[in-house]
């Protein structure tokens, strides 16, 4: 712990910048002044870093004004704790110096960031497919390893001014019994309240934080600054087709969108002839997608966002550019409307990546032009 403090106390004073605040917004959601309304994720950086590009050049200031000028006003900022702390637990220098960098270069743009905590050692949020273990909600000595996580980031973070940084304490909590999170998020909760009161935390629901779990979140009476946070990749066989990291996978005949994502038939097929991990994930193909079956899918994280008086976040969506490309651009379109309607604050899942707002070329040619057609519909200017 006394080299912990010896290196956090070297890098935060390397790291010190100017704190004037962002402009204050007209309508504050919460005391913080964080308002936030159209962002992307800025993935395959700081977490799931895949190796396809230097850091340096995958993603840089440039494409911070980039972001601003396509009418954006914030970004969603993965990371992962192998990619900030090494392996016996200290605080990569160069990397956090990374992250406040870029917060800079946001603040500057008058971008708002969320800071995501997006996997740990002890939780990652896709495990039964990356054929790792999730300890976290067993080992108390890993609960208490993830608050000290959160105070290594608070003491590097917190000279941001609360109307321009939020904290998301965990992406994609996978608990078998909500109350383990809802246990967990409290003594984070605690923990950075105690020196960060005004800062915007952004808590999602249990189990990848589906949009159906947010009544069971518990947050604390009282706090409007707490956002809540829901993710959507329904329907599965649709956004993930021939995705090769999920079940879906296997299934590489057609799909549309609206309507039924594949016939009677071959949903009926499906069902027979694979495993109850795929039938999981494509129990309703053959439901009438369209805005009503879209806003059916959002509707109890909505009623509990409406009950407590609380911002709702759509923090990750997304579909890939596998589907044919009028269903897609379809699909986007009725997302924002609900998001529009329904005053749902959003992320799309990514910048830069196969879900992305470039056109996804895959190895090595990564990102071509940006898809503007999509840019339109994900921030459209007025």
């Known amino acids: 712990m006394i080299l912990r403090s010896i290196l956090l106390s070297s890098l935060f004073a390397l790291l010190a910048v100017a704190t004037h ?3 204050a917004p007209s309508d504050p ?3 913080a002044g964080f308002v936030i309304k159209r962002g992307t994720n800025i993935s395959h950086w700081l977490s799931q870093d895949f190796g396809w590009a230097p850091r340096e050049k995958w993603f840089t200031e440039k494409d911070v004004r980039f972001i601003a000028a396509q009418g954006f006003d914030h970004i969603r900022l993965p990371v992962d704790e192998k990619e900030l702390w090494t392996a016996d637990g200290r605080p990569r220098e160069s990397e956090f110096k990374r992250l406040v960098t870029a917060i800079g270069w946001c603040q500057q743009a008058n971008l708002r960031v969320v800071v995501d905590l997006h ?7 896709n495990a039964a497919n990356e054929g790792l273990k999730i300890t976290l909600w067993t080992d108390p000595a890993q609960q208490e390893h993830l608050l000290s996580l959160w105070r290594d980031l608070s003491r590097a973070l917190r000279h941001f001014p609360a109307s321009l940084l939020a904290y998301e304490v965990l992406n994609e ?7 383990d999170w809802n246990k967990l ?3 984070c909760y605690t923990m950075l309240r105690a020196d960060e009161p005004d800062r915007v935390l952004v808590v999602g629901a249990n189990r990848w934080q589906m949009a ?3 009544p069971f979140l518990k947050v604390p009476e009282g706090d409007k600054n707490i956002i809540l946070s829901f993710h959507t990749y329904a329907p599965m066989l649709f956004t993930h087709y021939k995705a090769d990291w999920v079940p879906t996978k296997v299934y590489t005949g057609p799909v549309s969108y609206p309507g039924p994502i594949v016939d009677a038939a071959t949903f009926a097929r499906l069902t027979r002839d694979y495993d109850e991990s795929l039938k999981n994930q494509i129990g309703n193909a053959a439901e009438n997608w ?11 994280a909505v009623r509990r966002a409406r009950e407590l008086g609380l911002q709702l976040y759509c923090g990750e969506f997304g579909c890939l550019p596998t589907v044919p490309r009028a269903a897609r651009l379809a699909y986007y379109r009725d997302l924002i409307a609900i998001f529009d309607a329904e005053d749902i604050a959003y992320a799309n899942w990514e910048y830069k990546g196969d879900f992305g707002v470039y056109e996804w070329r895959g190895l090595p040619g990564l990102c071509g032009k940006p898809d503007q057609e999509l840019l339109r519909i994900l921030a459209p200017r007025k």
Request: hydrophobic content about 35%; proline content about 16%; cysteine-free.
């Open 21 to 23: 605040a962002a402009p």
């Open 29 to 31: 959601a919460g005391p």
């Open 119 to 125: 996997t740990l050692n002890s939780h990652h949020f």
């Open 173 to 179: 909590p996978v608990a078998d019994d909500p109350e």
């Open 185 to 187: 998020f409290a003594k």
């Open 212 to 214: 159906e779990n947010v």
């Open 290 to 300: 369209g805005p009503a079956r879209l806003r059916q899918e959002y509707a109890p």
